[in-house]
Nanobody, 124 residues
Framework: QVQFVESGGGLVHSGGSLRLSCVPS????????MGWYRQAPGKQRELVAT???????KDADSVKGRFTISRDNAKNTVYLQMNSLKPEDTDVYYC??????????????????WGQGTQVTVSS
């Protein structure tokens, strides 16, 4: 299974910015669509942004205009630039393939392993 390593989280004040990084154990070009997810304790994981290997992006309404997903193929890294952070953005952030582009069996077989995530905490 593909492994993902996330980094870049931290503690910021409301209105601040952070840039998260994600490095998969395979070439990002081999993953059609990469996504950033977030999860609070006791809640379901939420997809916040997706980027395909054609460069098309899609953001959740909750982060539209504030978060930007991008990729650097040379560095094999996917980024999430987060601006104008709000306390409600406080979560653990994870990256993985965007499951809606794959069958459940394929996804679970290849992308079923999640990284440790990176904690983002926004103080008011």
């Amino acid at each position: 299974q593909v492994q993902f390593v996330e980094s870049g989280g931290g503690l910021v004040h409301s209105g601040g910015s952070l840039r998260l990084s994600c490095v998969p154990s395979v070439s990002i070009n081999s993953i059609y669509a990469m996504g950033w997810y977030r999860q609070a304790p006791g809640k379901q994981r939420e997809l916040v942004a997706t980027i395909t290997n054609h460069g098309s992006t899609k953001d959740a309404d909750s982060v539209k205009g504030r978060f930007t997903i991008s990729r650097d193929n040379a560095k094999n890294t996917v980024y999430l630039q987060m601006n104008s952070l709000k306390p409600e953005d406080t979560d653990v952030y994870y990256c993985n393939a965007d499951r809606k582009y794959y069958s459940s069996s394929y996804y679970n077989r290849n992308f079923g392993s999640w990284g440790q995530g990176t904690q983002v905490t926004v103080s008011s």
